[in-house]
T-cell receptor, first 112, second 116 residues
């Protein structure tokens, strides 16, 4: 069955530092992958999605992710962290019929 | 567009009580789903629907019922609440459920449920 695994439940970076949140997927077919962000006490908001059109996907708020088939990875990055990036981030894969399956989530903290 | 709306925002129940969490969307989306969010477990799919009159089970369906009589509404029913159902519940919708759809799912603001 398709699934996603997020490495690290908590990541802490300093303001201005690189953000790297890891996501690996298991799939026998090319997947459709997503990153969502959840700010405190809010619902989920789509950051970006991979749909096989391009391996490097740019999203909102300066985030991007690169699909690497050889590594079965879809890591999320941002060159320079901002305090407002503090949130929980979820990687997800979509299955046939539209079911969206989430990873466990990574909480990002940004230190001043 | 109001998007995806959920009511109530907060609810406290006693063990054994029943209640319905409401979800509505005004985007004419075919696909709707319910998730529960628990610390360290991400979001887990409870039930989903690919259109009016069609529902199916997700990863954690036990203790929950759903129905989809209209395109707009997708209520989630707890028939006999248990403390294990204490969680934050999210409803989501997307345009199409056909095939390997990669349509974005839009999420509601959530319902925080506590069962004592």
């Amino acid at each position: 069955a398709q699934s996603v695994t997020q490495l690290g439940s908590h990541v802490s970076v300093s303001e201005g530092a690189l953000v790297l949140l890891r996501c690996n997927y298991s799939s026998s077919v090319p997947p459709y992958l997503f990153w969502y962000v959840q700010y405190p006490n809010q619902g989920l908001q789509l950051l970006l999605k991979y749909t096989s059109a391009a391996t490097l996907v740019k999203g909102i708020n300066g985030f991007e992710a690169e699909f690497k088939k050889s590594e079965t990875s879809f890591h999320l990055t941002k060159p320079s962290a901002h305090m407002s990036d503090a949130a929980e981030y979820f990687c997800a894969v979509i299955l046939t019929g539209g079911k969206l399956i989430f990873g466990q989530g990574t909480e990002l903290s940004v230190k001043p | 567009n109001a998007g995806v709306t959920q009511t109530p925002k907060f609810q406290v129940l006693k063990t054994g009580q029943s209640m319905t969490l409401q979800c509505a969307q005004d985007m004419n989306h075919e696909y709707m789903s319910w998730y529960r969010q628990d610390p360290g477990m991400g979001l887990r799919l409870i039930h989903y629907s690919v259109g009016a009159g069609i529902t199916d089970q997700g990863e954690v369906p036990n203790g929950y019922n759903v129905s989809r009589s209209t395109t707009e509404d997708f209520p989630l029913r707890l028939l006999s609440a248990a403390p294990s159902q204490t969680s934050v519940y999210f409803c989501a919708s997307s345009y199409s459920a056909s095939g390997l759809s990669y349509n974005e799912q839009f999420f509601g603001p959530g319902t925080r449920l506590t069962v004592l």
